[in-house]
């Protein structure tokens, strides 16, 4: 779910001029103008990019193990994975059928890992739902309940700053070739 608000902030504000979040800003809208490059990837290619900077965070935790308790070190090393596995969840949910692991698409169906229909809705028009990229779970909740629209009149009301998806999709969300 955190990496869902994530990527909605990262889909809807700023570009890649932003401090700090402009390299992810840029990232995010380059997957949706060539979604396919994500499986083109090696596993391990696509997953150093992620693993590398959370290196750092990981090394933290480690330092600070011995004096926390055992469950906030599970806590931490299974978020710390999950966020850095998120970037293969993501891939497997561009990826066709016939080339997953049985297990991944069985947990695909379950919906605990996001599905490829699921996804391949945020990928189309008004690209305003379905963030989530790691388990299908919040999806439907926090698109249902409207969730980010409320945090987006809320991010205006503070700050008047509009999202980009309050406006038609010009060609930066367009994927190349198709529009
Ligand atoms: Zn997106
Ligand atoms: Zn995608």
Redesign the pocket.
């Known amino acids: 779910m955190t990496e869902g608000i994530y990527h909605w902030g990262v889909d809807n504000y700023g570009d890649g001029n932003t401090p700090v979040f402009g390299r992810q800003i840029a990232a995010f809208q380059g997957?949706?103008q060539r979604?396919w490059t994500?499986v083109q990837r090696e596993f391990c290619n696509n997953l150093q990019q992620v693993f590398k900077p959370a290196s750092v965070p990981a090394a933290f935790f480690l330092a600070i193990s011995p004096f926390m308790s055992p469950a906030f070190n599970a806590f931490t090393s299974t978020f710390l994975f999950l966020v850095c596995m998120s970037q293969q969840f993501?891939?497997w949910?561009?990826t066709k059928r016939s080339e997953l692991p049985g297990i991944v698409l069985a947990l695909q169906e379950a919906g605990i890992l996001v599905s490829r229909k699921m996804?391949g809705a945020?990928?189309k028009a008004p690209f305003e739902g379905n963030y989530c990229?790691v388990s299908g779970m919040w999806n439907p909740v926090l698109d249902e309940t409207r969730f980010f629209r409320k945090l987006e009149d809320f991010f205006y009301a503070t700050t008047k700053v509009e999202p980009r998806c309050w406006y038609p999709p010009d060609a930066e969300w367009a994927e190349e070739g198709s529009a």
Do not use: N
């Open positions: 997957h949706h979604p994500i993501h891939a949910s561009h996804h945020h990928h990229i």
